[in-house]
């Protein structure tokens, strides 16, 4: 059973940083792709941005330059750094991932339970 878990959320003034994680547990024989989202009330999940398993990145417009993905494939563990932190960006922060939990190769994908941000004075 492959569980996903971000942590890191919370409470931030405007300006200010965070550093959310994402764990893949688990039976894991590798992990793929994995991806950052987001999810304001009464707005639609929104993709914040993506790592692949060799390290390149990509984001979305609203968060270029601010935010920042990164992992650790030794721990199965990714990362966003997020700097600059605007009221805007109040959001439940979902992990999402393409898994190996069997040695046959197929990837399965799983989503985290997600993490609040609030990005308030």
């Known amino acids: 059973q492959v569980q996903l878990v971000e942590s890191g959320g919370g409470l931030v003034q405007p300006g200010g940083s965070l550093r959310l994680s994402c764990v893949a547990s688990?039976?894991?024989?590798?992990?793929?792709?994995m991806y950052w989202y987001r999810q304001a009330p009464g707005k639609q999940r929104e993709l914040v941005g993506y790592?692949?398993?060799?390290?390149?990145?990509d984001y979305g417009d609203s968060v270029k330059g601010r935010f920042t993905i990164s992992r650790d494939n030794y721990k199965n563990t990714m990362y966003l750094q997020m700097n600059s932190l605007k009221p805007e960006d109040t959001a439940v922060y979902l992990c999402y991932a393409l898994v190996q939990p069997y040695s046959d190769g197929r990837y399965l994908d799983y989503w985290g339970q997600g993490t609040q941000v609030t990005v308030s004075s």
């Open positions: 790592i692949e398993s060799d390290g390149s990145t």
């Open positions: 688990g039976s894991i024989f590798g992990v793929g792709i």
